[in-house]
Every structure is written in C-alpha cells, then in structure tokens.
C-alpha cells in the first residue's frame, strides 16, 4: 500500500522540477533567433501573376533574389487591375517581427512600383488586423535605370497601429501582403520574420472590420459635398452666379425651379491662378493667395452668390432657416514656392523652398502664411455674415502628403490645428495615387474621400471603382465621385458616369459613405437645363443618388423601368397606392403599343401620362410629390424622345 505522505511528497517533488524547468524553456525560446518563417512556404494570390510572367512555383518564397533585368525568370508580373492580396498560412500560430516585400522598377518598360504595400495578421485567415501601410520611399514614375525596393514592417522601428505597451512580436497564423498595381507591378521575394510558438511580449491584434467614414460629426454633419471651383478660367466658368449655383443646392424641375435640396455641401476651390500661370495646389504665391480671398468674399462675390442661391431655395421650399454647409479651401504652400511673398510686413519675404533656405526656415515661412490665411477667411467670413450659409471646415488643397517629408507632416498638422482651434473640420481629397492616405486622422484630417481616378483613366478599367471603394473601406474614409461636362456629349464618359452611379450600389458607397462630388465645372449644370432629354435625365439619376434610392441603370427606359420606379415610390410614401395603381395601368397600355409597333401612339399616350402627374388638382391632393413628377417626367422624355 502506497502512503499518502509518499504520494504528495513525490507530487510536489515533480512541481518543482516541472518550475525549475520552465525558465530554461522559456529561455530558450527567448534565445531563438528570428528566422523567415515564410521560406518554401506555399500562398494564395487573389488573382494570378500574368501569363507572361508567371509564378513558377512558390517563387516569392524561394530565397532567389532577381537581378535588375525585368528579364529574369525570378521577377513575378502583374498588370493593372484590382489591387493583389498575397496571404500566407504558418500552419500555426508564431511570433513575428518584420515583414518584407521586395519590387523593382523600371519606368523605360512600364514596371512601377507599387504607391503602397500593406500588411495584415489574422487569426483565422478571414478577419485581418492592419500592421502597417507603407508608402514608396522612391518617387514612382522616376526615370533612369531599373532600381529595386522593400517595403519592410519592422516592429523594433514602426511598432503597432494601436500602440501595444512592451510589444516585440506579434502572435498570428496568417499574414498577409496587399500591393496597388499601375501599368506593371514586378516582385520576387516576400519574407515573414519571427520565432516558432509564443514569444514573451508577443501580442494578438484585434481584426477591423473594413467600414467607410459615414457622414456624422467627422464631416460636420455634410453627407454629399460639391466641388464648385471658383479660380481663374479663360471662359469666366469660375465666377459664379447664384442661378447657377441653384442647380448644386436644389434639385431642379425641367422649368429649374426648386423642389427639393441636393447637395447639402458646396466646397469651394481654385486651381489656376489670376493670371492662369500658377496652380493653388502647386506653387501659388501671396499675390495669387490674396486674389482669391477678394475674389470669394467680394460684396457680390462667390461667396454672396452661394448665400443668395440658398436664400431663394430656402423661401421657395418653405425652409427659410436653412443653412447650406461651406467648405473653403486651403492653398497649399509648396515646396516648389521660392519668394512666396511677405506675409506679417516685417520686410523679409517668405520663401518655401527647403532647398533654397533650409528646411527650418521653409517650414516657418509655411505656418506663417497659413496663419494669415486662417485669419484672412475668419475675419472676412464674421464681416458677412452670411445669414443663409455655415463655415463648416476648411480642405487641403494637395492631393498628396509624402508620410516621409517631416515638414508636410507638420504643415498639415499646424493647419489642422487651427481649423480645429475654430470648432470646424478639416477635409481633404487625396487622388487614387496620393501618398499619405492611411494616415490621414494622424496628420489630423477630419473628413476624406478618396478620387478612383477611373472616369478620366484611359483605357478606363471599371475594376478601378472596385479597388478604390475597397482602399477607402479599408482606410475608413469616404468616396468622391468624380465625372465632367463629356458626359454630355460623349458616350464613353456618359458610361463612366454611369459605372459611378452602379458602383454605389454594387460597393455600397451610395448608403453608407461621406462622398465628394468632382463635376468639372458645369457637368451637372448642362444636364439640370439640358434640352436633350438622354443628358437631363443623368442629373435625375443623381437627384435619386444623393437620396439613396437609385437603383442601377443602363442608358435604357422603358415602360417596364418607369413601373419599377412608381413601386419604388409608392414605397416610399412619395406616391399614393391607389394614384400608383393608375400610372402602373397607364404605363402597361404604353407597353402593349410598343409591342404592337404603334410608336406613334405609345408617344401620345405618354404624353397624357406626363399631364397626369403633372395636374395641379393631383398634386393639390398629395397623391404624388413635385419632386417625384419631375423624375417620372425625365424617364417619360427619354423615352419619347427614343420612339
């Protein structure tokens, strides 16, 4: 018989040996040297290299380096189109502690590198968690000889997105590598560093659910924000009236009168300068700075044109206390600036050329001119007093912030500063290619949207919409819309548009996100009083679009079309039921003319239908809205215009 002492001293016996081992395990493990955990590992592409230049089998997992010929069997291709995912399984869970992405690129053949590389962890390969977004530290489109690049997330050097105190790995299973593509993107070799099992100070990172930025506080309350640009134009399209504005804040009848609001934001902004010499995002000088204030805020300027045009659609529509939301831009004071001008009369003029003076002195000329042009647009805006208008923020010209220029970082940061300091927010419109995206709440951004670039792309490939909506969910920043006054006049762009409009509902940009309207200058205008009733029913689509109830359309109508669009509205209380019933009996006679090849007849019975809705008795009895009549009138003149 075994004694109970005997049992529990040998139990306590094998505890401290299993604790007096535990630290030499530990240590040992501390003791690993980090190794690629990546080598000869197999991965997962979301689309293949091209045929051309293929993956020959694990390649970017093969230790072999390309050399700087695109020639070499070692470089992995990849052409345009949607932005590549490259995830790879550790078959377990590890700690790691860098990650590395190697690119070439040679500009004389068309290979670029990729404007950002972002890493990931996962635990379960479907929810990620964001490392790091990486920037090219090499200007892209640089001419000269090939040159290569690695894109590296180093915890010693970059820590975590969400600072995680004493972290020195993190403890993951999957990882993955996301790079953009432009004409054509090369790589070879993706390595994952780190040690096998639990390192101590190794952390799990919480996945993120991809979101865009919705409209809210973040964007002082604006859902739909117009870009109205008021610098110099040869044609005089920058100066601004308030019968042209009308169409921007209201949604127009065929007759342009008012019947309901459009967009509840109007940015104004400037690119060329007095003279048309100098670009506001570029290298704008005092003078130009200066010509732009007084033009916005002269007695009957821009800026009292846009009050005036929101004081008439607020009396007509029966809201005489509305206030229409402002955004007033930013000129960027660029590096490429020498003698900027002097700004506070000390007798030294600004310059902003860290090449020219220094770095310290460009920067300090920078703040001073962006602190007189903050108090240039506070003083005149309280002069005003625009009684129909709100100064909601402030934009940032650039389209571009290099992470890697310490002055950008803080000229940005000094502005946002005093954006804030006046309880306003701060926007900003990077393009697809801009540097800086990711981190815009750290260089202080309050609303951004994102330009796809897609509608003046060529050759124009839709998926770019796609990738550009995934990119701003990722970054959680909103969309701009973006299209010109070709959509009027040529099929192509018309498509383009078109594609916008679809891509809201297909990426869910219409519903959920803050979005930014690129317009030209006069795109919409044209539509809202064209007489071609194919181009005035592209600015109904986009009364429908602002309102979230558009669904996707081709350039067809029907009688079928017009039919979906009254059940739609009869959802949305905007029509009777019974009054519906009636224009869905009306629409289905139409319907049998058409298919009895009786055009002509079919085009008098739609006209009858056009008097219907518009009826003063009908609409005196709310069995239908004015606003709705007028979109039911655009679909019913396209459609007689094709008969």
Do not use: C
Request: charged share 20%; hydrophobic share 40%; no cysteine.
């Amino acid at each position: 018989m075994v004694s109970v002492k005997k049992t529990g001293f040998t139990l306590m016996l094998a505890a401290v040996m299993l604790f007096s081992l535990a630290p030499n395990a530990f240590a040992k493990q501390e003791t690993q040297d980090p190794r690629n955990l990546a080598a000869g590992l197999s991965y997962q592409f979301s689309a293949a290299a091209y045929e051309g230049y293929p993956d020959s089998g694990n390649e970017l997992t093969d230790g072999i380096y390309a050399s700087m010929d695109y020639l070499d069997s070692a470089w992995q291709g990849h052409l345009r189109g949607m932005t590549r995912e490259v995830v790879f399984d550790l078959q377990d869970f590890k700690s790691i502690n860098a990650v590395k992405a190697h690119f070439m690129q040679d500009t004389d053949n068309g290979i670029f590198y990729p404007n950002t590389v972002s890493m990931y962890v996962s635990d379960d390969g479907v929810n990620w968690a964001p490392l790091s977004h990486k920037n090219t530290a090499i200007q892209l489109w640089l001419p000269g000889p090939p040159t290569d690049q690695t894109f590296v997330w180093d915890i010693a050097a970059d820590g975590l997105p969400k600072e995680k105190k004493n972290a020195e790995f993190v403890y993951t299973r999957y990882v993955k590598v996301t790079f953009m593509t432009q004409v054509w993107t090369f790589l070879d070799e993706i390595e994952i560093w780190g040690i096998d099992g639990k390192a101590r100070h190794a952390v799990k990172l919480k996945p993120e659910q991809p979101a865009y930025l919705e409209p809210g506080k973040a964007t002082g309350g604006i859902r739909n924000l117009a870009l109205l640009y008021n610098g110099h134009y040869d044609s005089g399209a920058g100066d601004w009236t308030k019968d042209n504005i009308i169409p921007y804040i209201s949604y127009v009848n065929a007759q342009g009168e008012p019947v309901d609001w459009l967009y509840d934001g109007v940015l104004y902004l400037g690119i060329r300068t007095q003279d048309g010499q100098r670009d506001f995002g570029i290298n704008a000088k005092l003078e130009d700075w200066q010509w732009y204030l007084d033009k916005t805020f002269a007695p009957q300027g821009d800026m009292w044109q846009l009050n005036e045009a929101a004081k008439e659609v607020g009396a007509k529509l029966g809201e005489p206390k509305h206030k229409t939301k402002v955004v007033l831009m930013v000129p960027n004071p660029g590096d490429d600036v020498g003698e900027f001008g002097d700004v506070d009369g000390d007798g030294v003029i600004e310059n902003f050329n860290p090449d020219q003076v220094g770095a310290e002195a460009a920067l300090a000329g920078k703040q001073k001119a962006i602190d007189w042009y903050m108090h240039q647009v506070k003083q005149r805006w309280t002069e005003h007093n625009y009684s129909s208008l709100e100064l909601a923020g402030m934009y940032w010209m650039a389209e571009s912030a290099d992470p890697y220029d310490e002055n950008n970082t803080k000229i940005i940061q000094h502005t946002s500063r005093l954006v804030h300091q006046e309880k306003q927010k701060f926007f900003w419109i990077p393009n697809f290619f801009g540097k800086g995206i990711f981190a815009w709440e750290k260089l202080g951004f309050d609303a951004v949207a994102q330009q796809p670039n897609y509608f003046f792309d060529d050759p124009g490939d839709p998926s770019r919409l796609q990738d550009s909506a995934g990119l701003s969910k990722q970054y959680g920043i909103g969309v701009e819309m973006e299209f010109d006054e070709k959509m009027n006049s040529h099929s192509t762009f018309r498509d383009r548009y078109i594609d916008y409009l679809n891509g809201g509902v297909d990426y869910g940009y219409m519903n959920d996100a803050y979005k930014a309207y690129y317009q030209g200058n006069i795109a919409l205008l044209d539509s809202a009083r064209s007489n071609d009733p194919n181009n005035r029913i592209l600015y109904d689509w986009m009364y429908q679009f602002v309102n979230k109830n558009y669904q996707k359309n081709d350039v067809n109508v029907s009688p079928e079309t017009m039919a979906e669009l009254v059940n739609r509205y009869i959802a949305l209380n905007e029509i009777d039921p019974a009054f519906g019933n009636d224009l869905t009996y009306r629409l289905q006679i139409i319907k049998q003319l058409l298919d009895e090849n009786k055009p002509d007849e079919a085009a008098t019975y739609m006209q009858d239908f056009l008097a219907h809705i518009h009826d003063q008795a009908v609409q005196a009895q709310g069995l239908i809205s004015v606003r709705i009549a007028s979109v039911l009138d655009s679909y019913a003149q396209v459609l007689i215009h094709r008969l």
